[in-house]
């Protein structure tokens, strides 16, 4: 198969993207792959809403990009916190344009949310459910244009670059290429390639490297992984954010349902096990201080008192205001016995985003030709070491926006599909499947997922020691020889491609871990307490 555009994921990244190739080139097309139902994605899950400066009478752009440095706790690109707070708005106005509902007062005036790090009320957002709006906006609009081809259920396994013409590709290589992807049809199970004259990357998070995670099952960092088997340049993979207010549910596996930081924008209270207020002993913007000093405080008051959870506390709040802002929030809690009225919601931090990624330019372009990357798997410098809440929906929409504008130019440019003839797409080998056999127990892979989990929460979670990173690095060892083998010995899965891509992902948090001597934003190392003097990107 042959197309213009290539693009992996149908989030909020994904999906903005092709909408605007589509929209401004109806001749060419665009292709967009994802591994599962089209909106089975981070996007849909997104609750407290999209961070933007809508109201100039009591906001500005300095606030938001202030804000965002101070977050970012000295490693944001500056540059790229300018773009993105000033692009951000017009990318707000287009999605209300194609369809968007935010929600807003009997004035008509936008409803402003307000979350951790946050000096303003600048949070647009749909209810509770934010994300599930934008992603339905989204998929609304590509569904008419014609030009736009999306399948589902199919699993990117690699990126094609000349490797897969033979020839040796090194980290040092200077032009490396992408070609196209290798897919898992997982209607048919076969192994197809695809060639393409763009790619673009919008794979989302790696949240599953956790045990506890607010991110769903895809969530499995293939992007991060495939690019970086590819030799292409990978940044700041050590700056995981955990949310701090996962709702605790003993004996749940996967995913945890997120109670938005936007409740304790509206005023609701942490309290350890003791019911006391905590927060205001760590810091003096309490409980909605940036996220990355929230989720350490939690973990240390959980770890001093031996229990699994701390309590949030909305039973002062007004409960009809309550109702209309956080449905969702009220509807869950109500279906496993809590009255948030009466009760305190149990709470732990879990696994939520990741703010470092496949490095991207100003225009989302990175290390490997034709191939772009936005949203969570990519680094752009917007986040630093510690992303501001609601700042990546905003991030996604500005760099789908800039990779459209570069990757267009680039495709009017050339005269002739540069893969066909020739060139370079027919020279691309299909999938080599000799010598593999039918695996013959899923064990293997599933108890290698949970050890991962599990290694990745006990020794690279919230608080991090050398010792801890050494032991996690020493069993990384081994589950990356026993995925390896078994990748090279059986036939491949998605599940399979998925645990190594973690296996992967995990090895490069911990690496970034390693290699970073200081604790800065999420990043905390009880060996090394204090921020270095040095300002310093972990590029592997
Ligand atoms: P995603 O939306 O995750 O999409 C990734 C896509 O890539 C999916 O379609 C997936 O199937 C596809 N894919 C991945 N690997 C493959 C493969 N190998 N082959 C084919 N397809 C593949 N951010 C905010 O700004 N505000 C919020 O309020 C907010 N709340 C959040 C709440 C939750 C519970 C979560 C989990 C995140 C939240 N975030 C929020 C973060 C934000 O939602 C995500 O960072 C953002 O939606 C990511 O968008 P994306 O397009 O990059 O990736
Ligand atoms: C939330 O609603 O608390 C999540 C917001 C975000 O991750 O930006």
Redesign the pocket.
Same mark, same amino acid.
């Given at each position: 198969m042959k197309t213009d555009f290539l693009v992996?994921?149908?989030?909020?990244?994904?999906?903005?993207y092709a909408l605007k190739v589509a929209q401004d080139c109806p001749d060419k097309t665009i292709t967009i792959?994802?591994?599962?139902q089209?909106?089975?994605?981070?996007?849909?899950?997104?609750?407290?809403?999209?961070?933007g400066v809508m109201d100039m009478d009591h906001d500005s752009f300095e606030k938001h990009i202030e804000d965002t440095l101070i977050a970012g706790d000295g490693l944001c690109n500056r540059k790229i916190v300018e773009i993105v707070v000033k692009e951000g708005v017009e990318r707000i106005k287009e999605i209300i344009e194609w369809g968007a509902k935010f929600d807003k007062d009997k004035e008509g005036e936008y409803t402003l949310g307000k979350?951790g790090g946050h000096s303003e009320f600048r949070?647009l957002?749909h209810k509770d459910v *934010? /994300?599930k709006e934008m992603?339905r906006t989204l998929l609304a609009a590509i569904k008419n244009k014609p030009n736009i081809n999306l399948i589902s259920h199919?699993?990117?396994?690699d990126i094609i670059t000349q490797h897969h013409l033979g020839f040796l590709v090194t980290k040092a290589t200077p032009d490396i290429v992408c070609y196209g992807v290798y897919?898992i049809n997982m209607q048919t199970n076969k192994i197809e390639k695809i060639i393409s004259k763009i790619i673009l990357l919008? *794979? /989302?998070?790696n949240?599953q490297a956790y045990r506890t995670?607010?991110?769903?099952a895809?969530?499995?960092g293939?992007?991060v992984a495939?690019m970086y088997r590819a030799k292409g340049r990978i940044e700041n993979m050590e700056f995981i954010q955990f949310?701090p207010t996962a709702l605790y549910e003993p004996g749940i596996a996967g995913?945890s349902?997120?109670i938005?930081?936007?409740v304790r924008g509206d005023g609701a209270i942490l309290r350890n096990n003791k019911g006391e207020a905590f927060m205001e002993r760590y810091d003096e913007r309490k409980d909605l201080a940036p996220r990355d000093i929230v989720a350490r405080a939690i973990d240390n008051e959980m770890k001093v008192a031996g229990t699994e959870h701390i309590f949030l506390d909305c039973r002062h709040m007004d409960m009809e205001k309550f109702v209309h802002h956080f449905p969702n929030i009220y509807e869950k809690c109500r279906s496993i016995g809590i009255d948030v009225s009466k009760q305190m919601i149990p709470v732990a931090p879990a696994a939520?985003?990741s703010c470092g990624g496949i490095k991207a330019d100003e225009w989302g372009r990175t290390s490997i030709n034709n191939l772009y990357a936005?949203?969570?798997?990519?680094s752009t410098g917007l986040h630093g070491a510690n992303r501001l809440?609601?700042?990546?929906?905003?991030?996604?929409m500005v760099f789908a926006h800039r990779c459209y504008l570069d990757s267009v130019k680039k495709v009017k440019a050339l005269t002739d599909f540069p893969s066909t003839g020739e060139g370079r797409g027919e020279a691309v080998p299909d999938w080599n499947a000799a010598g593999t056999t039918a695996p013959k127990e899923m064990i293997l892979i599933t108890q290698s997922l949970k050890e991962l989990q599990l290694l990745m929460s006990d020794y690279v979670g919230i608080v991090r020691t050398n010792v801890r990173l050494a032991r996690a690095m020493k069993r990384l060892d081994l589950l990356h020889e026993e995925t390896e083998a078994l990748y090279q010995d059986t036939e491949i899965s998605?599940q399979l491609?998925?645990v190594r891509?973690l296996i992967t992902v995990g090895y490069l948090i911990t690496k970034g871990a390693q290699l970073r001597h200081e604790s800065r934003g999420l990043h905390f190392n009880t060996d090394y307490p204090y921020k270095s003097d040095r300002l310093q990107n972990i590029v592997l």
């Open positions: 992996i994921g149908s989030g909020i990244a994904g999906l903005t792959l994802t591994k599962a089209s909106d089975e994605t981070n996007t849909k899950y997104a609750q407290g809403g999209v961070a979350e949070i957002h *934010t /994300g992603e199919c699993f990117v396994v897919v919008a *794979t /989302g998070g949240g995670t607010t991110n769903p895809i969530a499995t293939d992007g495939m949310h995913q349902f997120l938005t930081e936007a939520h985003y936005c949203g969570e798997c990519a809440a609601s700042n990546s929906l905003l991030e996604a998605p491609c998925e891509n």
